[in-house]
């Protein structure tokens, strides 16, 4: 052979904004540090690395040895920096304005600490959509990486994928390099000899192209299997050694390339992401057929030539699959929209830093990984709208009570705020709360997870059972099944209603609303069931707290007896961990991790040491009550497991027909000391 083969190799490390410190320093310790000090030790290696801004603030922070290694690689132009959004938005899903904010916030960081301004940008999950062109010109990125199937699906054929492309979006240019799938499933899984070997051979099967490599870093460590294949059995030295010693390969950095050769052609990628992430936005039902669509074409040899056509959804499909994950960035877009009507000068450092984690996107979908099954991931998000709308408020005072479309479904929801608590209310049917937040407490309360149907419930309802791995390296963690905790048929119930609170029943039937109105500046609801039951809500905020004050009567003349069941879903962020106390009338019931019940009481206290609170809630007359975990079932890298989202407390009610019932509840938010 008397080819050479550029190896163009680049790795992006990401944690998501609101992760845990000890999932952080764990990820140091076993993928980012070991991978940085082998790169080290071979300084006639170039590469490049996208580190997020979030992860890197903390890294630069926490663990200055293991960012000081990089320094010394950019130093002497081992290693190419690259660029994104600071905090990893999916460029597509947020205004253009952010989108510059956010390329410059995170050139400005590298260029501060590494002295390198970046000319490539990662695209979060590789998620490409021609609107995100603009902006990325004008940040001065010049390239970016996106899959080779993304070309595919533009119709270019097989020679076109060893070197990048132009494309354009009136008029502004980047360059796209396609990165090769093959080469994202052999590194690091296959033997490492293998790997060179394949690379070795790309340009003798298509003189003049390359070796494109971009991928997630935690590959190289984090992911199960992966420390000791890497590291301890040597497969990345060996990978490194195998592609130095070889003289078909000359590894170089993206933009040396870039600088040295000319694009193949002028390319149009249509809207599109890897082709996994496609199949993760299909709701349910169309994700099955897709799935046996698949496995029809792979079985009569027919998918690698059309898999091309077969293309699944897009990434904001993620948006109407999960309701709270659309709610999320209808709010965030709304404040978007008030951080830009300010004058410059009033757009403040620490509003734009709130308005970029609350972009942040592993909160906002759900494939392999947890995303927004998470709790402290859509955590992190609501604490970064709560921060950022109260000093929003602070300089543009909002009304206290006004009716606004947030998640744009044609039926307008009510904000009710005072300078401690907001509510947003949606009136129809149930008038129910579906963010209540704190502003002490930097929380919603109300950010919780519905149970819903999921594709990959059939492989725990069919029994599915762990893979073998393969003869030669190791299986990837899309190939793996595995169970981090035991999950049942019941655990796969679905909810039919919306998991918000003050939700009400009379015996079994739903009370409904139908007419909202204001009464002294507050709002209230009126309906009821049928012509049996006339039901009245209002919500009234205070110094105090939240007062809810309902009014029940009945059409009927004879006297029987009923239960009036009100139901509220809060989002503690203890979960069932230990930090969570349960109190009734002052005696403790325990963590919020069990299913509990109590006769009639006053007065419930759920103290908080993650959440910095307690919220203490009284009732008149008192209640009997019921509490219990809310639990999802979700995948994660590691396996299936169940995740509690919120604790749900049901209060009920001895009401009798042929008379007049006022029920009140009154819950007080209380900060730690």
Same mark, same amino acid.
């Given at each position: ?64 040895? $293991? ?36 390329? @410059? ?43 080779? *199937? ?16 132009? $494309? ?28 060179? $070997? ?14 494109? *490599? ?281 909810? $039919? ?41 209002? *919500?009234?905020?205070? @110094? ?130």
């Amino acid at each position: 052979m008397t080819h050479s083969t550029p190896l163009l190799l680049g790795v992006h490390a990401h944690q998501p904004v609101g992760n845990f410190p000890h999932v952080m320093d764990d990820a140091v310790l076993r993928c980012y540090h070991p991978f940085l000090e082998a790169m080290h030790r071979f300084p006639e290696f170039p590469f490049a690395i996208h580190i997020s801004g979030w992860l890197l603030d903390y890294m630069l922070r926490v663990h200055p040895q $293991t960012t000081q290694l990089l320094q010394d690689m950019v130093h002497r132009n081992q290693a190419e920096l690259v660029g994104a959004g600071d905090t990893e938005p999916v460029l597509a899903a947020i205004p253009h304005a952010d989108r510059i904010t956010q390329l @410059e916030a995170m050139a400005e960081r590298l260029d501060k600490h590494f002295g390198q301004r970046p000319v490539g940008a990662w695209l979060t999950e590789r998620v490409w959509d021609p609107s995100v062109v603009p902006a990325l010109q004008e940040s001065g990125i010049r390239y970016v990486m996106v899959d080779d *199937y993304h070309f595919l699906c533009a119709g270019a054929a097989a020679d076109q994928l060893g070197s990048f492309h132009r $494309t354009e979006e009136n008029g502004q240019a980047v360059d796209v390099f396609p990165i090769s799938e093959a080469l994202r499933y052999r590194l690091p899984f296959s033997e490492a000899a293998a790997a060179v $070997t394949f690379i070795e051979e790309i340009s003798l099967h298509n003189p003049g192209s390359a070796g494109i *490599y971009f991928d997630d870093i935690e590959k190289f460590g984090v992911w199960p299997e992966t420390y000791s294949w890497v590291y301890e059995k040597g497969w990345l030295e060996q990978f490194l050694r195998g592609v130095l010693d070889s003289p078909h390969i000359q590894p170089m950095r993206f933009k040396d390339y870039l600088q040295a050769h000319r694009p193949q052609g002028i390319i149009y990628l249509p809207t599109v992401s890897y082709s996994e992430m496609n199949e993760w936005t299909l709701a349910p039902d169309a994700a099955r057929r897709y799935a046996a669509f698949l496995d029809q074409e792979k079985s009569a040899g027919r998918l690698e030539e059309r898999k091309p056509l077969i293309r699944g959804g897009i990434w904001k499909n993620f948006l109407t699959r999960y309701p709270e994950s659309n709610w999320m960035q209808k709010r965030m877009l709304q404040l978007s929209q008030r951080f830009h009507a300010l004058p410059k000068r009033q757009q403040s450092k620490q509003m734009r830093t709130d308005l970029h984690e609350a972009q942040a996107n592993d909160a906002y979908w759900h494939g392999l990984f947890g995303g927004i099954y998470l709790p402290h991931l859509r955590r992190a998000v609501y604490h970064a709208i709560v921060r950022l709308e109260a000093r929003l408020d602070q300089i543009q005072p909002r009304p206290d009570l006004q009716s606004l479309d947030v998640d744009m479904d044609g039926q307008d929801e009510v904000y009710y705020h005072n300078d401690q608590q907001q509510l947003i209310i949606r009136p129809v049917p149930s008038a129910a709360i579906v963010e209540w937040d704190a502003y002490s407490l930097h929380h919603n309360l109300g950010d919780t997870l519905a149970r819903r149907d999921e594709a990959y419930y059939d492989k725990i309802r069919h029994g599915a059972v762990e893979h073998a791995a393969p003869s030669e390296g190791i299986a990837s963690a899309h190939d793996r099944i595995s169970f981090k905790t035991e999950i049942t048929a019941e655990d796969l119930v679905m909810d $039919t209603a919306p998991c918000h609170s003050f939700q009400e029943w009379l015996d079994d039937a739903a009370v409904s609303y139908s007419e909202s109105h204001i009464v002294q500046n507050t709002p209230h609801f009126t309906g009821g069931i049928a012509d049996s039951w006339a039901v009245s809500k209002g *919500y009234h905020l205070s @110094e105090k707290g939240l007062l809810v004050q309902y009014r029940i009567e009945s059409a009927q003349t004879n006297t029987a007896s009923h239960s009036f069941h009100c139901r509220l879903y809060l989002a503690m962020p203890s979960c069932d961990g230990p930090a969570g106390q349960f109190f009734a009338d002052g005696t403790s019931q325990g963590g919020f991790g069990q299913p509990i019940q109590g006769e009639k009481t006053r007065q419930i206290v759920l103290d908080d040491a993650v959440m910095g609170g307690k919220i203490r809630l009284n009732c008149h007359p008192p209640a009997r009550w019921e509490a219990a975990p809310h639990l999802t079932v979700s995948q994660s890298e590691a396996g299936f497991e169940k995740i509690m989202q919120a604790l749900q407390l049901d209060f009920y009610w001895d009401i009798t027909t042929g008379t007049t019932q006022n029920i009140e509840i009154l819950t007080e938010l209380i900060a730690h000391g």
